[in-house]
């Protein structure tokens, strides 16, 4: 675990979130490494049921223009062929058949599509997830990042400080020992 300085801007609560956050991001990378890095998914998501890949390839399918292209020209068929057959229309007008057959449709596509939307809403939020938790994580070791080069700074202010009071306490002694030869020889120095 990661240990605060005196002048941490990071609360101990926050470093033992990083800590966790470090944990969590090796088992990810753990285990992205030891499976084929197909999709950033494959660790997320559980595999699919049956029902749920039954569902995305209905939403897949009825949320194509392919679907609508097909389906308007099967209304037209639909609707033509009964105007054409005057008395004999197996659907006369108003085409309650077909009203029936929509709504039957209707009524059997949009909870496969629910579900399908479901399941990409909880995939989502995964993301989101993993997303913040890196962002945290991030965030932080900046912060860690920051106190560090702040610590080495002050580290470095302090020896030059020291470097000069030792020049200056050199200095002070040369002057001692010979006040008119340092005198001169800061006179006779080029500027």
Known sequence: MSTPNKHSPISPDELNQLDLLRAHRRVHRKHVLTKPPATPEHFLAPPLTTGQ?????VASTIGSWRFIAIQS??????ITGNVLAGNGAWDPYPFIL???LLSFQAAYTAPAIMMSQNRQSELDRRHAETDYEINVKAELEI???HEKIDLMKEQELLALTEA???LSFQLDAL???APGAAIAAATSAPR
Do not use: K, Y
């Open 175 to 177: 002057l001692q020992r």
């Open 53 to 57: 890949r039954l569902a995305d390839r």
């Open 164 to 166: 000069v009071r030792s």
């Open 98 to 100: 077909l009203n029936l």
């Open 73 to 78: 020209s099967a209304i037209a068929i639909w």
């Open 143 to 145: 912060e860690l990042l």
